[in-house]
């Protein structure tokens, strides 16, 4: 098992430039999610899906729209990037709720928008 | 809202020591607690998982506790050595959601 796999692992955007952060799973788990984390503040909710056609908002969905037409994939984009969205952000899996069960992280993108 | 603290923000030992960390939260109604390592420029490495139900798990040098009526978790780790230097983040499981603390940032010295 691969895990929860993300790309790319480095990149530079200019402001107003658009992008797509890809994360894939195979582990069949239901539940994905997408974090961002910011010194001193932690990991905040992005948005989230509990299965195949199902999104939701979390903690701070503005400008990142995420779509989930597999179980295995689950891409998030910026569409008009901003220095706000300089961060490290992190893809995540569980079997299903992810307040119930084990969490599985991906090794992180690391985004700089200038 | 939950909120999730962890105490304290940064500690540095000598090889040897045995240590622990505290997590806490505001809200009592959790499904679960997990405990993760991140080394610098890296993922998040799950370690322990305690469900609501449980009172601890241990897996090797580590032992994590749960008291939820109180809203605390601990995570003990025996015998440190250097490459237990990371941050330790604690996570704590509601409906939907798993919100986590600031973590904890560990250096054993040799």
């Known amino acids: 098992n691969a895990g929860v796999t993300q790309t790319p692992k480095f990149q530079v955007l200019k402001t107003g430039q658009s992008m797509t952060l890809q994360c894939a799973q195979d582990m069949n788990h239901e539940y994905m999610s997408w974090y961002r984390q910011d010194p001193g503040m932690g990991l905040r909710l992005i948005h989230y899906?509990?299965?195949?056609?199902?999104?939701d908002q979390g903690e701070v969905p503005n400008g990142y729209n995420v779509s989930r037409s597999t179980t295995e994939d689950f891409p998030l984009r910026l569409l008009s990037a901003a220095p706000s969205q300089t961060s490290v952000y992190f893809c995540a899996s569980s079997y299903r709720l992810a307040g119930y069960n084990e969490q599985f992280f991906g090794p992180g993108t690391r985004l700089t928008v200038l | 809202k939950q909120e999730v603290t962890q105490i304290p923000a940064a500690l540095s030992v000598p090889e040897g020591e045995n240590l622990v960390l505290n997590c806490s939260f505001t809200d009592s109604a959790i499904y679960n607690l997990q405990w993760f390592r991140q080394d610098p420029g890296k993922g998040l490495t799950s370690l322990l998982l305690?469900?609501?139900?449980?009172r601890e798990q241990t897996s090797g040098r580590l032992n994590a506790s749960l008291d939820k009526s109180s809203g605390r978790s601990t995570l003990y780790i025996a015998a440190s050595q250097p490459g237990d230097s990371a941050t330790y983040l604690c996570a704590v499981g509601g409906y939907q959601k798993v919100t986590f603390g600031i973590g904890t940032k560990l250096q054993v010295i040799p």
């Open positions: 305690i469900q609501s139900s449980q």
């Open positions: 899906s509990v299965g195949a056609g199902i999104t």
